[in-house]
């Protein structure tokens, strides 16, 4: 509310002007001269405040109310309207030309998401071994109930741990799991996005132009390098290299052109 009794001083160049009647301190607003983000003070107050925080600021645009929010490039704070939207992204003027650039590129996929970290993928990839334990259990029991005639998980014979029906079990057996792991793997992946653990951990894999849809090609690969080259092949170093990517990619993420990050 307009008091017209009161006078304000503002800071222009570390100088105060004033005082003037709010009725001119107002107009000034209006036409420009005085900024949100300048110094003022009533006349009785020895206190300085920027002029957005005091009842001046419904001067301001028609008395439209702003927020002190984040560049979402650099991450500066700014008045809500000091930020320009492009592309749904808020960013300052500064961050102006080097987003514009990316989206010329059409390197636009690692402005709206954020990546998934090594340990809530290793906490996916436990989750997903226990469900696949869980439908291991019962085609294991079957398989040993076949072969031995004993409901167990490890069957025992006569002729000893290399004897022929043990090794056809443990043959058998391996390659059962194979196929389920796969299966399971590939069929998620392909139209869900995330195997189960994934989804369980907020996580979803698309590609690098930021476009959801694996291809069941891509998704047989990426099993296949996840599993034999990421795991078995470098100890475990094709996983560890997420920790010091920007983008927390693993070796078959690299290899398959694959990003994993956190479902919005």
């Known amino acids: 509310m307009e008091n017209n009794g009161r006078k304000w001083y503002y800071m222009s160049n570390d100088v105060p002007r004033g005082p003037y009647a709010e009725r001119q301190i107002?107009?000034?607003i209006e036409d420009g001269q005085i900024k949100k983000k300048m110094?003022?003070?009533p006349d009785n107050s020895e206190g300085w405040s920027l002029t957005i925080e005091t009842e001046l600021a419904s001067s301001?645009?028609?008395?439209?109310?702003?927020t002190v929010v984040e560049c979402e490039q650099c991450r500066k704070k700014f008045l809500s309207d000091e930020l320009i939207e492009i592309g749904?992204?808020?960013i300052c003027e500064k961050c102006k030309p080097m987003l514009l650039q990316k989206f010329e590129e059409g390197k636009t996929a690692d402005l709206f998401h954020k990546y998934g970290g090594l340990w809530q993928r290793c906490g996916a990839l436990f989750l997903d071994g226990i469900i696949l334990q869980l439908a291991n259990i019962p085609l294991t029991l079957l398989l040993a109930f076949i072969i031995f005639g004993q409901f167990t998980m490890s069957p025992t014979s006569g002729n000893g741990p290399f004897s022929s029906g043990i090794l056809t079990f443990q043959g058998l057996n391996m390659f059962i799991s194979f196929l389920i792991a796969i299966t399971y793997s590939v069929w998620f992946v392909v139209n869900k996005g995330a195997t189960l653990g994934k989804m369980a951990s907020g996580l979803i894999i698309i590609n690098t132009d930021g476009s959801e849809g694996i291809s069941k090609e891509k998704a047989i690969g990426r099993f296949l390098l996840k599993n034999y080259v990421s795991g078995i092949l470098t100890l475990g170093i094709g996983y560890l290299i997420a920790v010091f990517d920007d983008k927390k990619r693993t070796l078959h993420d690299r290899i398959c052109n694959t990003r994993v990050i956190k479902k919005q």
């Open 60 to 66: 301001f645009d028609g008395g439209e109310e702003l």
């Open 88 to 90: 749904g992204i808020q």
């Open 39 to 41: 110094l003022v003070r």
């Open 26 to 28: 107002r107009d000034m």
